[in-house]
Structures are given as structure tokens and as C-alpha cells.
């Protein structure tokens, strides 16, 4: 076999295990991410509300599903120690490594998070790495008599929180076009992902 035939056929069976691998990848059915939500309690009451969160996955759901993701979130078993209610520090954004459940998508929720490159600001949510591993954080600002909304949101409208910082977990950086997921800037249109971003 001369070394030219070689290559096509090295190139040839290389487009079948890609067409192979693009077969499967079109079935319907996505394997699942698996999430544990870790929710901040202030005396004894979760810092999100049960309609709170279906909110949040509903967003998830219907802006990442057309992306082929899905997701399959449960309660995290209660902690021995306390979750921090609100988080100051990037000190107090690495603890919850402590808290992660290992092979797992990991969301925590707590009432409050402080922006700290500007801290005089706060902020709804980050993704974070800490010792290797990476997770999601979303504030809700919900206690009543705590923390309150930051003045550039509206936090109790804010459905698409969580899908924004589910987009960074996915790589995806910001979009400065209005009600993009990953953008800043909202006009009060539904939120949409692009086509791009989607194939990522
Ligand atoms: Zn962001």
C-alpha cells in the first residue's frame, strides 16, 4: 500500500467514527447532568422558595434543552455544618468546596454575594472554581429584613439566573446584546440564546 492510499484510508475511517459518534450524539434523549442544589437556611428557612427555584429550572429547562442539555436537580443531603447565608469573600466562595458533592453539578444558593473585584456592589451569581472543582452560586436576596436586592436588578423577576451562570459552567463567556442569556443588559424581551452559543 503506498503511503498516499494509506493516509485516505486513515482519513476515511476517521470520518466514519465521526459519523458514527454525530449518530449518537443526535438521539433524542440526553444523558442527564445530575445537580445538587445546596440551599442557605435562615432560621431553619431555605433562602429560596420551592416556586423560587421550579422558576429558575423552567428557565434552564427551556433555554438549555433546545441545546441538547438536560439536567435532573434534587436537594443536596443536609449538611453538618451550616451553609453561609451570605458570602463576602472569595474565602467564603471557596468554602463551599467543602460542601460539593464529588461528580456532580453543583448549585448553591444563598440569600446574598458580594461582587469581590468591586465591593461595594453585590451580586445574583457567579461561576466559581475552587481546588480543581467548579460550581454555580445564585443569591436570591429574599429574607425579609436581609440583604436587599441590589439596585441594578430585580431580583424576584430574575428567571434566568441560573441559566446564565449554567452558561459559564458551559464555557460560555458574556453577550453584550440585549436579553441575550449571557448578557448584562435586559430589555424586557424573552431571553434567547444564539445559535452559536447553543452548538457550544
Ligand atoms: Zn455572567
Redesign the pocket.
Same mark, same amino acid.
Given at each position: 500500500m503506498t503511503p498516499r492510499l494509506r493516509a485516505g484510508l486513515f482519513v476515511l475511517s476517521a470520518q466514519v467514527v465521526l459519523a458514527s459518534v454525530e449518530a449518537s450524539a443526535a438521539e433524542p434523549a440526553p444523558k442527564p447532568f445530575v445537580v445538587k442544589v445546596h440551599t442557605a437556611l435562615v432560621s431553619g428557612t431555605p433562602v429560596a422558595s420551592e416556586a423560587w427555584l421550579a422558576s429558575q429550572w423552567d428557565s434552564v429547562r427551556s433555554l438549555l434543552g433546545p441545546a441538547g442539555l438536560a439536567f435532573e436537580p434534587s436537594l443536596a443531603p443536609a449538611p453538618k455544618q451550616p451553609i453561609p447565608r451570605s458570602l463576602e469573600t472569595r474565602a467564603d466562595r471557596d468554602l463551599l468546596r467543602a460542601f460539593a458533592v464529588p461528580k456532580v453539578l453543583n448549585v448553591f444558593v444563598v440569600e446574598a454575594l458580594r461582587d469581590v473585584d468591586e465591593p461595594e456592589r453585590q451580586r445574583m &451569581?457567579? +461561576?466559581w472554581r475552587a481546588g480543581g472543582i467548579h460550581y454555580v452560586i445564585v443569591a436570591t436576596y429574599a429574607v425579609p429584613g436581609g440583604a436587599p436586592c441590589p439596585p441594578q436588578y430585580r431580583c424576584s423577576e430574575h428567571s434566568g439566573l441560573l441559566t +446564565?451562570?449554567l &452558561? #459559564?459552567f458551559f464555557g460560555l463567556g #458574556?453577550d453584550p446584546r440585549a436579553d441575550n442569556v449571557?448578557s448584562?443588559s435586559r430589555a424586557g424581551r424573552a431571553l434567547w440564546f444564539s445559535e452559536p452559543q447553543k452548538s457550544r
Open positions: &451569581g457567579v +461561576h +446564565h451562570e &452558561g #459559564h #458574556h449571557m448584562y
